[in-house]
């Protein structure tokens, strides 16, 4: 999402989580579901999964659909089943991509408004797991690697 500038409110409740969790590291997040369904969040996640020019999978509905739908439209009806917890996401289209040895590897894509419900949750667990890992640690963390 480097390619999206990220709003402060999003900014600020991503702080928010970090500092928590740093300052109490035994402290459990019982609902973060909620910071699923906010509109700057899903409305940030929804401009970068477009900046990345993501096209129709098994869904066939392409952005030009989703504008032509109403992008608000589409994004408050998924908020409204995700506070319902009615949301489940559709299935996958499966692709095989070839490997240099000439085998094939699998890989499903989701459709794009499946795409933009686990970057939301992303952006609230990346922090509170960052927070909890020890400096040394390189893991997947962002701006990180072992060189």
Excluded at 122 to 139: C, K, N, S
Aim: proline share 7%; with cysteine.
């Amino acid at each position: 999402m480097d390619n999206v500038q990220t709003p402060t409110s999003v900014q600020k409740l991503r702080t928010v989580l970090h500092a928590k969790t740093k300052e109490e590291p035994g402290y459990r997040f019982f609902l973060l579901y909620d910071k699923m369904h906010r509109p700057d969040v899903r409305d940030h996640v929804y401009r970068s999964r477009k900046a990345n020019q993501e096209a129709a999978e098994v869904d066939g509905v392409r952005l030009e659909d989703i504008e032509a739908y109403g992008e608000q439209r589409r994004l408050g009806e998924l908020a409204e089943r995700l506070k319902k917890k009615d949301y489940r996401p559709e299935a996958v289209k499966r692709v095989w991509i070839p490997k240099p040895n000439g085998k094939l590897r699998p890989l499903g894509i989701p459709t794009i408004t499946d795409r933009v419900v686990p970057t939301a949750v992303l952006l609230g667990l990346e922090l509170i797991f960052e927070a909890g890992l020890l400096p040394e640690r390189y893991a997947c963390r962002a701006g990180r690697g072992a060189r």
